[in-house]
């Protein structure tokens, strides 16, 4: 099974900064990998398919990078409403798997 | 618009049985894989498997093999997820999700776009 770890797993930051969060999978992907942002309470909102490619409505301050192993996961200037833990997911095969996640608080 | 309703919170024994279910409206019910994630306490996601709405076909993950159960009823829509012999450590959130299906070089990419509610299963004695 391919497994996912994200790093850091926590980060404090202050709005405007720049944030990147990274993914290694155990072995390559290619780009089937794919991020999520949660908020306390709520489920799980798709921002970034195949690495990089947009979800529609998603900001444009998100990014997506990367492909084989390593991902990342930026965000260029982080806004109040960003302030959520973030998952990597990939879908190259079953079973599916995510990182262990990386929240995001205030400074 | 695409909707996924959970059906509500539940308490088990440990020992009991727990059928999870996930009404779809606003798209083709049969046309897309649905999943089955969870979320302990504090914790992060976990994919249990997942279930072909139009076949009934089912992938789960290894460690549920045996003990999770995936179902479909297309009549109404509704996917269900039956996990047995539960114990304290499957206290958590289930989500339903489903795909979508993106196609781009060459290839087709499922990300899990929409997700229902969420559902607490709690396992006390």
């Known amino acids: 099974d391919i497994q996912m770890t994200q790093s850091p797993s926590s980060l404090s930051a202050s709005v405007g900064d720049r944030v990147t969060i990274t993914c290694r999978a155990s072995?390559?992907?290619?780009?089937?990998l794919n991020w999520y942002q949660q908020k306390s309470g709520k489920a799980p909102k798709l921002l970034i398919y195949?690495?990089?490619s947009l979800q529609s409505g998603v900001p444009s301050r998100f990014s997506g990078s990367g492909s084989g192993t390593d991902f990342t996961l930026t965000i260029s200037s982080l806004q109040p409403e960003d302030f959520a833990t973030y998952y990597c997911?990939?879908?190259?095969?079953?079973?599916?798997?995510f990182g262990g996640g990386t929240r995001v608080e205030i400074k | 618009q695409v909707q996924l309703v959970q059906s509500g919170a539940e308490v088990k024994k440990p020992g009991a049985s727990v059928k999870v279910s996930c009404k779809a409206s606003?798209?083709?019910?049969?046309?897309?894989?649905m999943n089955w994630v969870r979320q302990a306490p504090g914790q992060g996601l976990e994919w249990m498997g997942r279930?072909?709405?139009?076949?009934?076909?089912?992938d789960y993950a290894q460690r549920f093999q045996g003990r999770v159960t995936m179902t479909r009823d297309t009549s109404i829509s509704t996917a269900y997820m039956e996990l047995s012999r539960l114990t304290s450590d499957d206290t958590a959130v289930y989500y339903c999700?489903?795909?979508?299906?993106?196609?781009?070089?060459?290839?087709?990419?499922?990300?899990?776009?929409?997700w229902g509610q969420g559902t607490l299963v709690a396992v006390s004695s």
């Open positions: 606003g798209y083709t019910f049969t046309g897309y894989y």
């Open positions: 195949a690495a990089s």
């Open positions: 997911q990939h879908s190259y095969s079953n079973p599916l798997a």
């Open positions: 999700a489903r795909e979508v299906n993106y196609y781009g070089s060459g290839t087709y990419y499922n990300p899990l776009a929409y």
């Open positions: 072995q390559s992907i290619d780009n089937y």
């Open positions: 279930i072909n709405p139009n076949s009934g076909g089912t």
